[in-house]
Every structure is written in structure tokens, then in C-alpha cells.
């Protein structure tokens, strides 16, 4: 499975549908400046799943979204369905909630074998296809909604080599901390689609034999300002390698689903109501974890039913797991292909929460972290990435119910 064939899928799919360093690059003698680098963006911008006002959705679906939902509550108001005070509750929960939707991120987790490394990227996406070459020398996962989209290569090829990126007019090489080697190209168009693409390719410093790559494009969108400033100071800087969570966290298994528990935390009790409830207690210095499963309450999409998940369980019933005027920072995540669901309420210096909504075709698993950062044994970020990573037994299955039928 080559770089091109990986465009080519995405290119189909079209027709489905805080003082901190800025980003730190250097480029070799000759080469051109990394496009879109904005010294006024911190390097760590990725880390907020919500960095800055933009919407990382598209601004009209979002308009038409609100408009329906009024439109239907008023309504329901006139057939005497509901009162008029409930439908203003539910238009004030329904904002409320697009607000957070709507400035989400994504986050792009590979983990098979020698593939190791995850990406962050600043777009709200709404199905996905993942794929594994014969010899599964190559993964990519690729995600995309009507309006932009994102793929992250893991290849032991260097992705370089791939005729189209040589072909790009626009291009060149940077360095960049713990990148030994990267490079950027932009496409003019693919697959007869009005759709630039910007592409990057990594080695990192730890895995010297294996390369890492991005592609990200705005679909129908020909100016490629916005994609330069998103893989420049929020794509880029957060690809990383999963090295060392093994040195933070142990892998515990439930059933179909591996999370990480972070070295510290002791189980502390455990709950057996039967199938309608089950949970775990982990206790630690700073810090506790509650990981609770039940019944599958939905059988739609999982992408599509964790929106209605938060919308209904913490937005508009007030939820009491959520701290009070701390923000929302919210993410869809894929592990390995696999959706979840992750919200981020951190404080720093007091009581932070992170939850992870997480789906598959027996339970609805809901992971609570409660930790304050001064006391706990790690920082948020180092919190944050143990809790997005997951693994599940039946991987394959589970992805069949959000991927994008292609035909080849």
C-alpha cells in the first residue's frame, strides 16, 4: 500500500461526502521555509483540543444544524408536544453542546507491531477507513467529513519515494526536535477534485527505520493558506511516537477492551450488578479512576451516537461529573480505526477531569480520571495521552460499523 493509493482512497471518499517556543523548525541550506509557520502560535497549541476561536467544523452545516433543531423544537411547541419552557432549555443545551462539538479535534493513534506514533489534528470528522498492506509493512487511517479531511501513513518505506510527491511543484525538507529527518509538499489537485493537498513525511529520532506520514486537504477548497498554518503549527508538532507509555502506565484488560492505567493507581473496589452495571475503582496519590460498563444503549454509528451520549447524559441533564466553569476541550479518537469519544476538563493546579466515552458491539464502557497536577504523579498531558489510547480485541468488527464502503 503505497502513499498514492492512500490519496487515491481519499480522493474516492470525496465523493461520499500560555508564553511557550513557537513551532521550532530549521530548514537545510536551500530549502524554502516551512509554509504557514506562524511564530505567534505556541507548539504546544495541539494540547488544547480547542486552541484559539476558529471552528474546526464547517461553519455552514453548523448554521443549518441550529436552524433544524429550532425549526423542529417550535414546532413541537405549536402540536402541544412540548412546553415552551423545555424547548428553550433544549435550544440553550443544543448550543451549548455545537459550541463544543464544533471546535473538537481528532486524534489519529496507530499501534500494530513496529507501528507506533498518533497525530492531532484540528478538524471535526465524521467517518473514517483504515487499512493494513498484505505484508503489514504499511497502515494508514484516514478521516473525513463533507468538508475536510485527514489520513496518517505508517510505512518502514520511505514515503519520499512515492512518485507523487516527487511530482509536487511545491516542496521541501525541514528538522524539527526529536524529527531527524521531515519533508513537505503540496499538491495543486488530486482525483480531478478541487482538492489541494499538503503532505509531510517524518522519521523520527527513535525509530530510525520507519517513516510517518500526513496528508491533510480542505475539500473543494483550492487556496491552501489554512491547510499551510494547520500542518505547520498544530499537525506537525504533535506527531509523536508511543514509546514511553509503557513506562508510565500498565495495559489492564476488561472483556474486549485494553486501556492504560497509570502506575500509582491501586484497584480499590470493584462492582458486579450483573450485565446492567460493572465497575472498577483505582485509587492513587492525586488521582483516582473510575472505569464503569453497561448495556449498549445505541446501535447507531458510535460516531454518531457519542455526540447524542454527551448532548443528552452531560450537557442537558447538568450532569454533576462536570466540573463547574472549567472548559470543555473535546476530541473523536481512533485507536487503531476505532472511534471513541474523549472530553478534557483541565485546571490547572486544582481538580481536573478527563472522560472517555467508548463503544463496542456488547457494552458502553465510561472512564472517569479525576487528578489535581500538583499532587498527582504525572502531568495532564502525560494523563491525557494514557487515557486516549485503547485497544480492542475485535478491532476489524468494530471499525466495519464506521467505515466508508469504498469500491475498488
Sequence with gaps: MKLKSTLLGLAIALAFTMPIDAAQYTVPEGQPPVPGADTSIPDTAYQNYRYGEALNANASAIILARKHIYEMLDKQVEENKRSVENAERWKKSHDTYMDISSHESTVILIHEGEHQAKITVPIVV????????????????????????????????????DPHYKSAKQKGSFNYPGITKGYWAITDTYYDNNTPFMLVAVTFDKQPNHDYGVAIGNINHPITKNLERTMANFVIPSIQPLDNLDQMSE???????????????????ETNNGPNLQGRVYVGPGMD?????????????????????????????????????????????????????????????KQSRIFHLIQDDEYDYFM?????????????????????????????????????????
Excluded at 483504515?130 to 514515503?159: H, M, P, Q, T, W
Excluded at 479518537?333 to 471513541?340: Q, S
Aim: net charge positive; hydrophobic share 35%; no cysteine.
Design 126 to 161: 465524521t467517518t473514517g477507513m483504515y487499512g493494513i498492506s498484505n505484508d503489514k509493512k504499511e497502515i494508514s487511517s484516514i478521516v473525513f467529513e463533507s468538508s475536510a479531511l485527514a489520513a496518517f501513513i505508517s510505512s518502514n518505506k520511505r514515503l519520499v519515494d
Design 368 to 408: 472517569v480520571l479525576s487528578y489535581n497536577d500538583e499532587k498527582a504523579k504525572y502531568n495532564h498531558m502525560e494523563l491525557r495521552n494514557m487515557m486516549e489510547y485503547l485497544d480492542f480485541k475485535n478491532a476489524k468488527e468494530l471499525r466495519s460499523k464506521t467505515e466508508t464502503k469504498i469500491k475498488k
Design 251 to 269: 495495559a489492564v484488560t476488561w472483556g474486549n477492551v485494553t486501556y492504560r492505567l497509570p502506575k500509582g493507581l491501586k484497584l480499590k473496589s
Design 289 to 349: 479512576l473510575v472505569v464503569t460498563r453497561g448495556p449498549v444503549t445505541s446501535k447507531d454509528n458510535p460516531m454518531l451516537a457519542y455526540p447524542n451520549r454527551v448532548l443528552k447524559n452531560f450537557i442537558h441533564k447538568s450532569s454533576t461529573l462536570l466540573l463547574q466553569n472549567v472548559p470543555i476541550q473535546s476530541a473523536m479518537v481512533l485507536n487503531n480505526g476505532v472511534p471513541t469519544y474523549l472530553m478534557d476538563q483541565y485546571n490547572r493546579g
